[in-house]
């Protein structure tokens, strides 16, 4: 953290998340759930089909899509329960768990 108490970098501001969350999706409003993802990747699939019906073109935002949902919906929650479960080994009093072994000293 700076002067100011601002977090400097992405690693900071992990290791001063709660620890309350088990999963990376209570931490996402709800148009940033599972199921929008899913739903929003279906609607792009067929809409390129129904307004180009091009089967290359199809194909194509099929593959982008795989690789958005295999990245937002498999290994970002993944890595984030990962993460989560490493931080929940270092606890030793409960404390450090919301606010950083720092800022409870």
């Known amino acids: ?3 100011n108490g601002a977090v400097d970098d ?5 290791n001063y998340l709660s620890l309350e969350y088990d999963s990376v999706w209570d931490t996402k409003p709800s148009w940033c759930q599972p199921w929008t993802i899913m739903l929003t990747g279906v609607v792009a699939i067929a809409s390129s089909w ?4 091009s089967i290359l ?15 937002f919906l498999y290994t970002y929650p993944k890595a984030y329960s990962d993460m989560i479960a490493e931080r929940r080994k270092k606890v030793t009093d409960g ?8 800022n409870t000293q």
Do not use: K, N, Q
């Not at 129904?50 to 019906?53: D, N």
């Not at 073109?57 to 990245?71: H, N």
């Open 95 to 102: 404390v450090e768990d919301t606010f950083g072994l720092r």
């Open 57 to 71: 073109v199809t194909a194509v935002v099929l593959s982008l899509i795989c690789a958005w949902w295999y990245i």
């Open 10 to 14: 992405m690693d900071g501001y992990m």
């Open 1 to 3: 953290m700076d002067e």
């Open 50 to 53: 129904l307004i180009l019906h």
